[in-house]
């Protein structure tokens, strides 16, 4: 993760400040075990850290505690990763994939919003712990709105079990009416945070104070817990009568360093620019020696510093005392303070800490660069708005002159869906590294805004591009790989769907041979895609490569390879095995959080699958809703495929008015689509034959059909060359019997002696028959017709092969597949279209509701209707036993030969399954019913 570990790690109690102190700790502990919210808000130096720590300390057996220590800079991505890391010893049963959870927290959706919050909720109800607690150390650090906004929501779901416990110097923007309205606020603030009198003496005369020196003392820091420390350290000198503030602070400091050893003095000034401090570190970073002589140095003298891990020993100072530290540097050694900052950046892993630094050091020109170097990594670990964040942190003059800093927000915000943003940062960045001389960076930078064009629909100008800069050199991994992606995508555009598979092919040769796991994410099929010729065997090693990638990181991917598999299968004509798949992608669109693009895709496979199997209803429903749903980060070309599929499905389910509608809406979209060629609207005179079809006028449907075919690339959208084919082949069968005997069957045709009519059905069917690896294709949105067609006694009109490649295609459908006795109505569609959450949509295409899934308030119950086998894979059957023995998801992991994300997804399908909410349910199941 691209946080640092010690983030997670809770301090330790030690002498010193720790004092016991019950008249605080007491009410704190019951607190932290009754109250949804405990907020220790007072100015530095106040003990708030270490009074938590304290009473944490002392919650019973059975309670849990998830620590997360917050830094500058941090924002919501950051916090969910610390958060995740927390609480991965309770091993909670995820619902939804913690990765998943952050990505529809960072949403600009706000629905997605709060059902992360819920999701989030639910799963911490259901967490095997008598109660929890989750501790934000040093909150005010976080200036981010969205952050405060979900921490805000998060507070607002917590149920009795589980506790939010803030630190912070300032109030926080939460809506802390509510709580206070409610009882269950416990608010610290500085009044109470002082030290008594009592309190003060009991600390200062064990260390050598008499009592009228220790009187004294605590008038003057009006029981401030720092100034008293700090006495303790040796400072004596605050003028008698006078309050200690800030400023006096820092003066005392300066007194309690005079009084240390001078190596240790200085070891501690040049150690403070890190934010925390082991032995290694320190010493790569003063060339001392004796490293780990002066923490422990430190430690012993308990000057401010607390432990916060070992494995190494590591310390961390309070900011309070490292900004006094750092303050002195800049004052008395600014340039070696910022030659420690750079030197410090170079053994910095965090990337925010990392550039931090480098700010500070007056180093912006390194600091873009390792942004630029790092950011690919972060985004493929779902950093995404990190990434825009800590390129929104340089100058703005600086900003706008550096290529690395307008490459970074140009590629981020593409990922986005920012897509104007995107194209003027990326133009930027190609000026300003040719400017510099730097050809490789001004090509990708151009191939990039090249890509990001050709996919939203603009070929012709991504052409310009790829026209203008040439062929990338055999080093440029990632500039030779948006070369192979724009190709693609210019051939999806332009309606060249036989150049697919081919450009595919390249792209997928680029990816494999760039060995960078990242890289992967640059490229989804899309549904379109998945029915191209030839296309197949590429669709496997793309859903391939998202596995071996996923290894490295868990995306969103991971849901769409499956699904892809399944499209493979569909148009294979193997329904049975794509069925599978559809029933596996509901649980795997909810596993990633619901992202906006595998809606999509789920969508329109839901459409294309329950329209082959005979299922209209869920087939128009789920068209329908893809249709209207489509993400309008998309433009106009997205909505465009998905109208013209939910046109097709329409067709196949015999709903006239769905078809006329989306005519009408593409009529519309036409006029707002870039470099709209002839050719590239060719699929819509297919679709006005469907209509006419289905209105009886069968002439000018095939009239229609043919002119369609006279460019059937261009047309073949969706595989609808083979689907017209098919089509024309029955219209020339019915359009040779005698009109007064009415439309015969199609296999009644060589009965009366037409054979000139056969030969015309066989002239349509021979082409596509002759390519049968690649299955019916499109054909499946015309299977009634399909199967007319493969009962006709073809004779020499097709060879054998043909009519066995017929027969096959026919029998794709399983027995008892039927077509719609009516269509859905209105109010039933455009229920699921509008619905107001994913799984809502999906309702009228036969899914259930998910217990536990998002937007729920509580934990799902045990369910007792769940089968006896449940349903379960081998896979799941093996977790379910190991999680039944009381082995952690590590174990499991360990035991299995897998990752521990893995783990949590198979624990998530056994609850799912079993209708469960937690691993103790689980393993109660799983004794009632496998023993």
Not at 99 to 111: H, P
Not at 681 to 701: C, F, I, M, S, Y
Not at 781 to 794: C, I, K, Q, S, T
């Amino acid at each position: 993760m691209n946080v640092a570990s010690t983030k997670v790690q809770r301090p330790r109690r030690h002498a010193g400040l720790l004092m016991p102190r019950p008249a605080l700790e007491q009410p704190l502990v019951r607190a932290l075990a009754e109250q949804r919210l405990v907020l220790l808000c007072a100015p530095g130096g106040c003990g708030k850290t270490a009074l938590l720590v304290r009473a944490l300390e002392q919650l019973p057996a059975g309670h849990g505690v998830a620590w997360v220590t917050l830094d500058e800079g941090d924002d919501l991505h950051r916090l969910l990763q610390c958060l995740w890391l927390a609480l991965e010893p309770f091993d909670l049963p995820w619902r939804i994939a913690p990765e998943g959870l952050a990505a529809m927290a960072a949403s600009r959706d706000a629905q997605q919003q709060r059902e992360a919050a819920d999701a989030l909720v639910n799963t911490l109800e259901a967490a095997e712990l008598a109660h929890g607690v989750i501790a934000l150390d040093d909150l005010h650090h976080v200036d981010d709105a969205q952050t405060l906004a979900f921490v805000d929501r998060l507070l607002a779901g917590l149920g009795e079990r589980w506790t939010l416990a803030v630190t912070t110097r300032h109030e926080p923007a939460l809506r802390l009416a509510r709580l206070r309205a409610t009882g269950t606020l416990t608010e610290l603030r500085a009044a109470e945070l002082r030290f008594s009198r009592a309190e003060a003496l009991a600390l200062l005369e064990p260390a050598g104070l008499d009592a009228a020196a220790a009187e004294a003392l605590h008038r003057r820091t009006q029981g401030w817990p720092a100034g008293l420390r700090l006495a303790l350290g040796g400072a004596r000198g605050a003028a008698a009568g006078s309050a200690i503030d800030r400023q006096a602070f820092d003066f005392l400091t300066a007194e309690v360093l005079a009084q240390l050893d001078p190596a240790l003095r200085e070891f501690l000034l040049r150690t403070s620019v890190l934010h925390e401090l082991d032995a290694p570190r320190c010493a790569a970073l003063t060339g001392d020696a004796e490293a780990g002589a002066r923490l422990d140095a430190l430690e012993r003298l308990d000057l401010f510093v607390t432990v916060i891990g070992d494995e190494p020993r590591t310390l961390k100072l309070h900011d309070l005392f490292r900004d006094a530290l750092q303050h002195r540097m800049k004052v008395e050694r600014p340039a070696e303070l910022q030659a420690l900052q750079a030197r410090a950046a170079e053994h910095e892993t965090d990337p925010v800490r990392r550039q931090a630094l480098l700010l500070a050091a007056g180093r912006p020109g390194e600091a873009a660069a390792r942004l630029r170097e790092r950011s690919l990594r972060l985004m493929f670990e779902g950093g995404v708005h990190t990434v825009v964040r800590l390129a929104e942190q340089f100058p703005p003059d600086f900003a706008r002159r550096s290529a690395e800093l307008q490459d970074v927000a140009g590629y981020a915000k593409w990922r986005l869906w920012r897509n104007a943003e995107a194209a003027r940062h990326l133009e930027a960045a190609e000026q300003l590294h040719r400017e510099a001389g730097h050809e490789a960076a001004a090509r990708l930078a151009a191939l990039r805004r090249a890509a990001m064009l050709a996919g939203i629909g603009r070929p012709g100008a991504a052409r310009e591009v790829l026209a203008r800069v040439g062929e990338p050199g055999p080093d440029e991994a990632e500039a030779r790989i948006n070369v192979r992606l724009c190709e693609l995508w210019i051939a999806l555009e332009e309606g060249a769907h036989r150049r697919v598979a081919p450009c595919l092919a390249a792209l997928l040769d680029a990816l494999e041979q760039a060995r960078e796991p990242e890289q992967w994410a640059v490229m989804v099929p899309a549904p379109r895609l998945t029915a191209c010729p030839g296309v197949g065997p590429q669709l496997l090693r793309w859903a391939d490569g998202v596995g071996a990638a996923e290894a490295e990181s868990p995306l969103l991917l991971s849901a769409l390879a499956p699904m892809t598999r399944g499209w493979r299968a569909l148009w294979a004509g193997r329904l049975a095995e794509a069925e599978h798949f559809l029933a596996r992608s509901e649980g795997d669109e909810r596993w990633v959080g619901h992202p906006p693009i595998v809606h999509s895709h789920r969508l329109a496979f839901t459409a294309v699958v329950s329209m082959a199997l005979g299922r209209c209803d869920a087939a128009l429903a789920a068209a329908r809703a893809h249709g209207q749903e489509f993400p309008a980060s998309y433009g106009g070309r997205g909505p465009w495929h998905a109208l013209n599929l939910m046109g097709r499905v329409a067709t196949a389910c015999g709903d006239a008015a769905l078809v006329r509608d989306a005519l009408a809406r593409l009529a519309q979209l036409d006029a707002t689509l870039s470099e709209t060629l002839p050719l590239r609207l060719q699929p819509v005179l297919g679709l006005r034959g469907h209509l006419a079809w289905l209105e009886g006028r069968a002439d000018e449907a095939a009239a229609l059909w043919r002119q369609a075919l006279e460019h059937e690339e261009a047309a073949d959208l969706f595989g609808l060359a083979h689907e017209l084919r098919v089509r024309l082949a029955l219209h020339a069968l019915h359009a040779s019997a005698a009109p007064a005997a009415g439309r015969q069957p199609a296999a009644a045709a060589r009965g009366s002696g037409d054979e000139r009519a056969l030969a015309e059905a066989a002239v349509w069917l021979a082409p596509m028959l002759a390519q049968p690896a690649d299955g019916p294709r499109g054909a499946l949105f015309a299977l009634p017709a399909l199967r007319e067609l493969a009962a006709v006694p073809w004779g020499e009109h097709l060879d054998a092969a043909a009519q066995a490649t017929l027969r096959e295609w026919a029998a794709a459908a399983p027995a008892g597949a039927t077509r719609p006795t009516r269509a859905p109505t209105d109010a039933a569609i455009d229920t699921a279209a509008n619905a107001a959450t994913p799984a809502a949509a999906l309702a009228m295409t036969g899914a259930t509701a998910t217990p536990g899934a998002p937007g729920t308030s509580q934990p799902p119950a045990a369910g007792s209707g769940a089968p006896p086998d449940g349903g379960l894979t081998a896979r799941e059957d093996q977790v379910l036993a190991l999680m039944a023995r009381g082995l952690s998801n590590k174990l499991i992991a360990r035991e299995l030969g897998v990752s521990p994300h893995t783990v949590k997804r198979h624990v998530a399908h056994v609850l799912d399954k079993l209708d469960l909410a937690s691993r103790s349910q689980a393993a109660a199941w799983y004794h009632a019913h496998r023993r």
